[in-house]
């Protein structure tokens, strides 16, 4: 696992990915949060914890139709499974401590989702501070489009070993591989924190985060974002 770098300023690395009923995190919610922590262990980069788990719908809300064919999560899967937001608030308060790095693959979306559960369910503060890199917005400035994560798992040839299944705990360990391959290929993912790229023509999709800077990222850019 090629993340050294990493902790010569971070305690802990936390890639996290999400599924939710929709798009818009102030009216949709997570079905299944998943996580990887990393920390160093005697100098060697290592996956200390996976995290899965479905969460419990607000009363009244259920999984629409195109959500239950894109995930094969279902409102049975979640009556049998999922646990209280609260319960998952607590425990994502558990892996993230004062020194982590945050990281997602499209992370405004899942950072917004998770601020409002946190907000509505737990403790947002625990997110202050705190670093964040985008991993889609790295991926756009190596690779020309498409930019899915399924795009990225192929070009770095990491079919048969991860999958981009649209289930949040497959996509969060894929997200690890897909890093492990960019850091490999070349060194400047920490030239990436709190830096996201957001396409023009589509604008964010949601609020600003306060700690990140957005940059214009075009699908042909000459230079990487952070020189832009």
Known sequence: MAF???????DRLFLFDTETTGLSFQNDEIIEFAAVVVEQVKGVPTIIKEYDELITLSPGKTVPPVI???????????????????RVCADIGEMITENTLLLAYNAHFDLSFLFYLLMKHGDPGIL???????????????RPYPHKLCNAIEAYGLQGKVKNSHRAVDDVIATV???EEMEKEKADILRYVNLFGYHPTYGLGSKPIRSVT????????????YEA
Do not use: C, W
């Not at 239950?68 to 609260?86: C, E, F, H, W």
């Not at 957005?214 to 974002?225: E, F």
């Open 128 to 142: 202050k501070g705190l670093d964040k890199i985008d991993l889609y917005t790295v991926y756009k400035d190596r």
């Open 214 to 225: 957005y940059k214009p990222q075009y699908y042909d850019h000459p230079v990487p974002l």
């Open 68 to 86: 239950v064919n894109l995930t094969g999560i279902t409102d049975a899967d979640i009556a049998a499974r999922g646990i209280p937001k609260s």
């Open 4 to 10: 050294e770098a990493f902790f010569e300023k971070y």
């Open 177 to 179: 591989a897909v890093m």
